[in-house]
Every structure is written in C-alpha cells, then in structure tokens.
C-alpha cells in the first residue's frame, strides 16, 4: 500500500510541470489616469463634449442651431443673476482626466468666440476658473478691455483670448495648477450671448503684445487740434476759482477786449494755489495718436520770478509735468507762447489712458502773478 501511495506522489510530481495555474484578481485594481497637456483641449465645438450648466431659474443655456462661429451650433446664454447666489456652466477640456499646467500654462490661453444676441456690449461678465480635483480653484474676470480681438461685442463673431498665465497662481489661490480638472464659468450680473469654440490653444507673449497692439490701432484717434481754454466757458470748464488765502483766480477781459485767465498766488506759506482745467464738460479727452505730431501750447505772461508747474493727468491717476516755470522765460511785458511737443511727454510710457485725458493742472510753487491768453494742443 505505502508503495502504491509512493508510485502514485511521484507521478504526480513529473506532471506539475505541465499544470498551469491562472493568476487570480482578489480586488479590484484602478489606475488614475496618465496626466495629459499636449492633446487637443475643447470645453465647447460644434455640440461635442459633456458641459454642464447650473444656471436654476436665473437663466438659460442651450446648444442652438441659431447661429455659429463654425460649423452649425453654438451656446445660447442669457442670465440675470439678481435672485441666485451662484450660477455657471464648465466642462473639461481633457476629458476629465488632470492636465498638468504648472510650464505649459505660459504657453497656452483660453480662447472663444463671442457676439451678442441684439444689442452691443463692451464687457461680459463672466469669471473663469481653473479648478483642480480637491475643488480649489484660480479665479480670473475676463476682462474684454484687455482680451477682446475688437473695441465692443456686436452681433458679429469676435475672438476673447485669456493667456492662461494671466490666472492668479499663489498662496492665497489653493490650486493644484498640475492637476487642473476643469474650467469653470461663473456669471455675474447679467447678460444675452451666443458663444463658440471655447478651446485652450498655443499662445504666447508676443502674439498677445501684437493683439493689443493691433486693437490700439482700431480705436478713434483724438483731434489733432483741441481747444483747452475756452473763452466764456471759465466757470464750466475750471475748478479751483474759489478765491481763497492762497489764490485768486478768475477771467477777465484784457485791454486789447480779449479774455484771459487772470492767476494770483502765494504757496509759500499755503498748500492750495492750484486749479485744473477740462475741455470737454468734464468728460474724458481724447489724444489718442496724436502725440507724435501735436504739441501743448499756451500764450502767457507772468511777473518776475513768478514760479508755477503745469501738469496733464488722466482719469486713471497718472500725471505727467507738461513744463515748469524754471525752464521757460516769461515776462510781464509781452506776451510768450510755450510749446511743448506731445511726444516729449511719453504719455505712453507712463501708461496713460490716451482716451481717458481728465485736464490740464496748474501748482504755484512759490508765489506769482500770471495772464494765460490761451491754452489748446496744436499740430502746427
């Protein structure tokens, strides 16, 4: 018997090597997905994808054949966000799996098409948001003054690209910029578009510094010639006449039956001898792209030693000295013209609003007396 039991062990074991035993699953094994950044990256084309709205009972969203930037469909949206806490719509642009833009996004830009549904619009009010796995997120307003191919959204297509390392990326933004999951859309106030193509493409500073540039080149330039100081128009057009310890400052009429602007001050022991000058009711001027040929010019006289500075400020704060009193010879017996060429300026390089002039400002630095005849911007 044990002979048997032994005979048959051992041929058991010369048939082990033919026996091939299959490897078991004993749980269920998921592999996260492989970061992905150079594969086309589309929230919206031609119906395609999987984008949500939440946008309850303060607005509408749907694909509609209406009309299109490319191909037969685009996004119909109208909100009013008055009576919702939050409304929006997203999608991702890598099939949900994280992209990785922590080196790419300095090369890449959001970028859709936009026109209005009837009326023209120069801002859209909508904040986007690059929004990783955990729900943190970088939250950027897309600006059209700043993105905007064009001066003002129409009832025709115009491009809004957003460089992607325009979105805030720090401490104070919890986002994990190498696992982005989505791009979220958040509406504010309200509004009525059509959108299309919402894509990420390749970009760079370059083509966005050529893209500014190029809508510089669309907007109105301003007048070459412009009259500053309008005769009958004093009290309108001038602030600071408030007669006072330290000024006075009114329009007189000169023996010749001209008027004039009649400047007496004293700054040595007061801080308020200055007053502005606006031509245009208080509106903004405009002296976009004229600075290369026109010159601020001003017929004045003054007594001896009178000293003064003139300045131009915009409506963003920045200011600039058109001239000072040190550099010029004035007298009181005849009249001197001042003209000071607009390029020397660099309203540019100083970042004015070119469109957004505020007015001419004039500062006693000392103590004086000043006829000004004229004041104007000039091309000859």
């Known amino acids: 018997m044990r002979k ?28 996260f997905p492989a970061s992905r950044e150079d594969d ?19 607005g509408n969203f749907e694909i509609s054949n209406q009309v299109a930037y490319s191909g037969k469909s685009s996004i119909k949206l109208d909100w009013n966000k008055a009576k919702c806490e939050w409304i929006g719509f997203g999608n ?12 790419s996004r300095f090369r890449k830009a959001l970028s859709f098409y936009v026109r209005t549904q009837e009326k023209t619009a120069r801002a859209i009010p909508i904040v986007a948001n690059l929004e990783d796995f955990s729900g943190g997120g970088s939250y950027y307003y ?11 959204m129409d009832t025709t297509w115009k491009q809004i690209i957003v460089p992607l390392w325009h979105f805030p990326i720090d401490e104070e933004n919890e986002v994990d910029i190498s696992s982005i999951k989505q791009m979220k859309f958040q509406l504010e106030g309200g509004g009525s578009f059509f959108l299309d193509e919402i894509t990420i493409i390749d970009y760079s500073q370059e083509k966005y510094d ?6 510089e080149l669309m907007r109105p330039k301003g007048n070459a010639n412009q ?36 400047w007496i001050y004293n700054s040595k022991e007061c801080s308020w001898a200055k007053w502005g000058i606006n031509w245009n009711g208080w509106y903004a001027m405009n002296l976009r792209g004229i600075d290369e040929n026109s010159s601020f010019q001003i017929k004045i006289k003054a007594t001896k030693n009178s000293a003064f ?39 540019k390089d100083k970042n004015f609003a070119m469109d957004q002039i505020r007015e001419v400002y004039f500062e006693g630095t000392g103590e004086g007396e000043v006829f000004i005849n004229e004041i104007k911007i000039t091309d000859k």
């Open 227 to 262: 009259i500053i100081y309008r005769e009958g128009s004093f009290e309108e057009d001038v602030w600071g006449s408030e007669n006072n310890e330290c000024q006075t400052l009114v329009e007189e009429i000169s023996k010749n039956e001209t008027k004039q602007i009649h």
């Open 309 to 347: 500075k003139v300045f131009i400020h915009d409506f963003r704060g920045h200011k600039a000295e058109v001239f000072t009193s040190k550099t010029q010879t004035i007298t009181s017996n005849d009249w001197t013209i001042i003209n000071v060429p607009m390029k020397n300026l660099n309203l």
């Open 142 to 152: 897309i600006d059209a003054g700043k993105y905007l191919y064009g001066l003002e």
């Open 210 to 215: 050529k893209m500014r540039a190029d809508v």
């Open 40 to 58: 086309e990256q589309v929230f919206f084309s031609e119906g395609t994808g999987t984008m949500w709205n939440s946008l309850f009972n303060c």
């Open 92 to 103: 991702s642009f890598n099939n949900w799996q994280p992209t990785d833009l922590s080196e």
């Open 4 to 31: 048997l039991v032994f005979i048959a062990f051992t041929l058991l074991l010369a048939t082990c090597d033919s026996i091939k035993f299959q490897e078991q699953v004993l749980y269920d094994k998921y592999e």
